[in-house]
């Protein structure tokens, strides 16, 4: 039987079952019906309270009639169960979306058990995070301004170049030939930075390049955002946020001290979307009484720095690669590519080197300070670990450079102290 008949069909059952003398045989006849149809309709007019079960208590439908009938089949005696009423549908809780529901349903259609499979929006997480630091930005403490260094060449830019550092990820030495947590990374992008600025020329501006993919993972759980790929995963997501706030405060702080001008880049990458967005903000805000730092907090995922006829390009390299990335950033400033003689454009995403020169820009990819985790590891996908510092002239381009590795810079900190 169709589920959902109207009253007014059932009211008219009844009537024919009571003409009937409550015969169900006979009533299916006069009604045309067969005995499971006639019966679903006598259920369903049960479970609605018309058959003299009045009142059916608030929120709940009558699962069980027990009838007792004399020798003519009338009803001397009859016992009601109620139950708490079924669901007619079901919900997806806010700020997910359905990947798949199985239902059971009972022969009046209506749902007796549902299993929803639902995953997190990620487009509403992120959503989430920059309404949430957009609305705190005002109350958020501000930086103390830094004295500023002496000296410096007004002619060079220093750009520290830093990608996929994975913090809060775990990797062990026996898969992996290295071992790695938050406490390593914290410690070994101190050093590098440490070690790194004491290297560099005393270069008027320094662009602070983190390429994504800053954080493993962006939630709770332990997963790439779209994929749902599974993450070897060392700390809980307050801690690793709390680390990676305290880490970059210091690396600015560093980077002040050597620098006349401080240019943040936090790029939105695949490991860590949500969290590139409120890095942004976060530090917009918390350096805007610090005149010396700007921080790039366009809601975009490619980003761009003019330094006199030098452009610079930078993106996490997930939506472009090397190969095709060159046009995007030609097309999208096309006033600064236009006036500059010098264009470099700067990726990550594949944890390794390359370098590319097209028609119209050097583009660079670069691997990381992390270690492999076991999914690398196991996966044959090998590289280095090093990061660069690259010296760019207002009038000629690249004119320096230093890669640092991992090994080279461990205890930098401790050795200067």
């Known amino acids: 039987m169709t589920p959902g008949v109207t009253d007014e069909v059932l009211a008219e059952t009844l009537a024919a079952y009571e003409a009937c003398e409550r015969n169900q045989t006979k009533t299916a006849l006069a009604l045309g019906l067969s005995r499971g149809g006639l019966q679903s309709r006598l259920h369903q007019a049960a479970a609605r309270g018309m058959m003299g079960t009045k009142p059916v208590l608030p929120g709940f439908e009558i699962s069980k009639t027990t009838a007792v009938m004399d020798e ?45 499979k639902t ?13 949430a630091a957009q609305a705190f930005k005002d109350d958020l403490p501000r930086a103390k301004a830094i004295k500023a260094p002496k000296a410096s060449h007004a002619e060079l830019l220093n750009m520290f170049v830093v990608t996929d550092v994975h913090m809060g990820m775990l990797a062990w030495r026996e898969e992996s030939g290295a071992d790695y947590d938050l406490g390593i990374a914290e410690k070994l992008l101190l050093d590098w930075f440490t070690a790194a600025i004491d290297l560099a020329p005393n270069a008027h501006t320094a662009v602070l390049a983190q390429l994504g993919d800053l954080l493993h993972h962006d939630g709770h759980e332990s997963v790439t955002p779209t994929h749902r790929h599974v993450l070897d995963a060392d700390s809980r997501l307050q801690k690793v946020i709390r680390v990676v706030i305290r880490t970059v405060r210091q690396i600015i702080r560093m980077l002040l001290e050597k620098h006349q001008h401080v240019h943040v880049v936090m790029a939105d990458a695949n490991h860590d979307p949500a969290s590139g967005a409120w890095l942004r903000e976060l530090f917009a805000a918390f350096y805007e009484d610090e005149p010396r730092v700007t921080v790039d907090s366009t809601a975009s995922t490619y980003y761009v720095y003019e330094w006199g006829e030098t452009s610079l390009f930078m993106h996490h390299g997930h939506r472009r690669n090397i190969g095709n990335v060159d046009s995007v950033f030609a097309g999208k400033w096309r006033e600064i590519y236009g006036r500059t003689k010098y264009s470099y454009a700067h990726i990550g995403h594949l944890h390794s080197d390359e370098l590319k020169s097209t028609n ?37 381009g690249e004119v320096f450079r230093s890669t640092l590795s991992a090994e080279m810079v461990s205890g930098w900190v401790r050795d200067a102290a």
Request: hydrophobic share 40%; net charge positive.
């Open 119 to 131: 995953a997190l929006d990620t487009q509403a997480q992120i959503d989430a995070i920059q309404a």
């Open 360 to 396: 119209l820009m050097k583009v660079e990819r670069h691997e990381t300070l992390a270690a492999p985790d076991a999914y690398a590891a196991n996966g044959g996908w090998l590289s280095g670990r090093s990061a660069k510092v690259i010296t760019y002239s207002k009038r000629c």
């Open 72 to 116: 003519s089949g009338r009803i001397v005696r009859e016992f009601i169960q109620q139950r708490p009423e079924r669901s007619e549908g079901a919900t997806v809780p806010e700020g997910h979306i359905v990947k798949g529901i199985s239902t059971l349903t009972d022969g009046a259609g209506k749902i007796v058990a549902q299993w929803t």
